[in-house]
């Protein structure tokens, strides 16, 4: 794992040439549209059950895993094209560095910058509201600072290892192709506990149902334990970028 300090930090310029407008625009959207959703859930939906709060939460969610899987899954498209792979593999850095840099964008950067603009909204929404008398906006935003936020970034931490796997093994199309093999997984795996499971007296439907909702609640109940997938993956990642471009 050959690795320079100066033929990362220029490889990390050269990213910052390339896409910084990109993304201070898409950050610039987020704010906007997060705000708009905040607005209309205190609307429209009762204020005593803090709807702002609510949509903050779900857009957080939605964040994570559409903003986040495409950006995981296009490697910023440098390796979306022949022409485009030729061109990224010929810049002179290690491959160890290249991985480096799109594991740091992708998870490490955007991360950081989602859950600075979520709790922002979260805590300026708590701050406005708070002394209103709605007891649900306290209960809420100790639920979601606490729980939920924590929780869905480390979903997304397990499902970035897996995405940025993808992202490597599959040329094109790698969110879609990545997507898809995941499901089947899953799918595969209900399966066969499902039919350990079935009883005579039990439909089949309702045994898969019960298995589909057990694995979740075993995922939820174990998430630091399955954290630990996310470094396999990663690493595998490199493996793969390696194998290819040997």
């Excluded at 924590?150 to 499902?159: E, T």
């Amino acid at each position: 794992m050959d690795f320079s300090m100066t033929r990362f930090t220029q490889l990390l310029k050269r990213d910052y040439i390339l896409h910084n407008k990109r993304a201070f625009a898409s950050i610039l959207l987020l704010i906007l549209v997060l705000s708009f959703l905040s607005f209309l859930g205190h609307r429209l939906i009762n204020p005593e059950e803090a709807g702002g709060l609510q949509l903050i939460m779900i857009g957080y969610l939605g964040s994570i895993i559409f903003i986040g899987g495409f950006l995981t899954s296009s490697n910023l498209g440098d390796l979306k094209t022949p022409a485009r792979r030729i061109q990224y593999l010929a810049m002179p850095a290690s491959n160890f560095e290249k991985v480096l840099s799109k594991w740091l964008y992708t998870l490490v950067l955007f991360l950081a910058v989602v859950l600075i603009i979520f709790y922002g909204f979260a805590y300026g929404y708590f701050n406005l509201f708070a002394d209103k008398g709605f007891d649900n906006v306290h209960r809420l935003y100790a639920l979601f600072t606490e729980r939920l936020f924590p929780l869905f970034s480390m979903l997304f931490i397990i499902g970035h290892s897996i995405a940025f796997f993808f992202s490597f093994l599959f040329n094109s199309f790698a969110a879609v192709k990545g997507g898809i093999l995941t499901a089947l997984v899953f799918l595969l795996i209900t399966l066969v506990l499902t039919v350990f499971q079935l009883d005579k007296g039990q439909s089949f439907s309702f045994v898969w149902g019960e298995a589909i909702y057990n694995v979740l609640l075993t995922l939820q109940e174990n998430i630091k334990k399955f954290l630990l997938i996310a470094p396999f993956f990663w690493a595998l990642s490199y493996f793969v970028f390696t194998r290819k471009t040997a």
